[in-house]
């Protein structure tokens, strides 16, 4: 009897599909890369470091420094990932952002390295790969000689005078057109 219980259950699970191993390294991989980014975009960096490997930890946070204060991170998309071995691969992540004080969005492509460690995925190393600079807290580069300089709010404009904040207003009233 116990024979074709075991008989019947491993035929049931075969005809259900269930894979008897599990997920694919692969497979693995991306819901790792998905956990940790998911964590980071809402300000949850313990959990978000659960997934990093030791050795990357402390610039993992460093690079995250300003994530919630002066840089908001709005969206991420996991845009692909790539296994280079039985053991490693990379994905490559583009988050957008921006900075509390200015309000552009703003979009950085980031690489990403992976290595599992005995069924456990870590992150082992990430990098700016295109896009916005300031993401990950590098320097601004320095505004271009002659380069007008950028507002950051729009004009107030005050209604009944046709003048906004810092222009002149017209020197004389404007008469309403006449009726032929």
């Avoid at 420094?65 to 991170?73: A, C, S």
Wanted: glycine share 12%; hydrophobic share 40%; aromatic share 8%.
């Amino acid at each position: 009897m116990r024979i074709h219980f075991g008989l019947g259950l491993a035929a049931c699970l075969l005809a259900l599909g269930c894979p008897l191993g599990g997920q694919s390294k692969g497979a693995r991989a991306q819901e790792a890369a998905l956990e940790l980014n998911l964590n980071a975009r809402f300000g949850r960096m313990e959990l978000a470091a659960e997934r990093v490997a030791p050795k990357a930890r402390d610039s993992f946070f460093d690079r995250r420094r300003t994530w919630g204060g002066n840089v908001r991170i709005a969206d991420y998309e996991l845009a692909g990932l790539r296994m280079t071995g039985d053991a490693d691969c990379e994905t490559v992540v583009k988050v957008a952002w921006y900075r509390a004080n200015e309000g552009d969005l703003r979009l950085t492509t980031v690489k990403q390295s992976w290595h599992d460690f005995k069924g456990d995925w870590k992150l082992t190393e990430e990098m700016r790969s295109d896009g916005d600079v300031g993401l990950f807290g590098e320097p601004l580069p320095a505004p271009e000689p002659g380069a007008p300089a950028r507002r950051t709010q729009f004009p107030t404009i005050r209604l009944g005078s046709g003048a906004s904040l810092g222009a002149e207003a017209p020197s004389a009233p404007i008469d309403p057109p006449t009726e032929p």
